[in-house]
């Protein structure tokens, strides 16, 4: 069974908190408020999804969590520790898969490359690789260069080498945003897919609403400038899930419905 | 251009042209009987008496080992000088303007002073000459290919806790290496240069040195021996590392024409 099933809610232990972030860059008259005062949690094993309107800081906030950009007040705690620096436990896809991949050598060392400093035995570390790669059914390819693939299968790559990094946390910076509706579909299900073999929380941050609704097990609407959490949105749609009978459902057109009207609210008018 | 074209007319502007010229060099001064302009078969006659091989050890390898010392020391030194400052806004700041000074003095007007200063006109003087000015292209190059990288990588790197040592020699280097490479050939060719002229200016053995003996006595089929070993020289080097940077980033070439840059 898998684990979020099993969860009871009593038993739910917090791993990451985000507590009254704001980021804020330059000072004077040319500050500019990238997050206002963010606060939401995610809890062992959970799927939280983070949407907001364009330009409202969902990048910034994912750096601040991933420990690549120092908070201006408030702060990031990952299990009872604050984060400083990018932590162990975690590991991150962004959107740019083609500029996130190393061009000059292999799919296999892309995905081992930040295995080198684990302190693995060489065996594992191979096994590893391997694993992570057939779990993105990427096998095949592991002595192509990355620019020999497609778009998705560079974004497979990425997540690839995240699994096989073995975080606890799984950080994803609008993975799919760069590629088409079709491979979309199938990276999400990949998604949900290593999720549960892996067991990892993911925290994924999309403008995307449907996609949000179809992922995620609560999902954290921000609003804007600005920035705070407007709405935390939970999602109790029975998983596994699927593309289209999920998106059939009443309760998921239900849910759009409520996080697109929210998002909307946000957006600024275009004069 | 079909491939078959391309090739035949490839082979024709390489070869066929060049064979061309010379045979006219040959018929030409065969003709007109100048001292200054030896016949063609005589200069070649000159070159296999002189560096083939009976002059080569004394004057050729001295040469060659000057270029390859002088040309490796300004690589290493543009390389490590390179991404400290390629990495550093703050360095930059302070270092561009040196840079730029120095590279804008030609080589001539420092020959003096590097003899001055080092108090030798031995292999020291020569190679510290040919590795000042050859440090600049590769120096430059690394500078603008290490600031040239993509910052997701470097954020991805940074994510997965990789070392800053390891950012460096993992990431930074080899993705500024195509770059560092154009530089490399540019500093390439200026070894050769700066080699005849150091040999030239003063020495006891080289092949600067033999041209200038032979400019000095009045030889005209050694000095256009010398001539042409020092055209082939530099030809020989770049092909050789033309076929060594094929080989080192030929997935720079296949990425570039993947991505739509």
Redesign the interface.
Known sequence: MAPWVARSRAAVEVVLEINHLAKWYGSGDKIVHALADVTFTVEEGEFVCVVGPSGCGKTTLL?CV???LRASRGEVVLRGKRVT????E???V?Q?Y???L????SVRNNVL??L??KKLAKQERQRLVADSLAAVDLSRFDGH?P??LSGGMQQRVAIARALA?QPSIL?MDEPFASVDAQTRGDLEDLVLQVRDEYGITILFVTHDIDESVYLADRVVVLSNSPTNVKEVVPVSLARPRDQIATKELPDFTHLRGHVARLVRREQIPVA | MNGRAYRVTKIGAEIAVPLAILLAWQLWTAHAQSQFFPRLSTILVEFRDLWLFAQFGEHVVPSLERVALGFGIAVVAGIALGIPIGLSRNLRLWAMPHIEWWRAVPPPALLPISIVLLHSIENRQKIAFIAFFCVFPVLLNTIDGVRGI?P??I?????????RR?RIW??VL??A?PQIAAGMRTSLSLAVITMVLAEYFSSTNGVGYVLLISKNTYQMAPMWAAIVLIGLLGYLANVLFLIAERRLLA??R??RA??PL
């Open positions: 750096k991933a420990g690549l620096d990018p932590p162990e975690m590991a991150v962004f740019e083609g500029r996130s190393m061009p000059w050598t490359f930040p080198r400093h260069y620019w020999q990094y950080l | 993509d997701t990588l954020e991805t790197a940074r994510a997965y806790g990789i070392p390891e993992r990431l080899p993705a290496s997935w720079h296949g990425w993947a991505e």
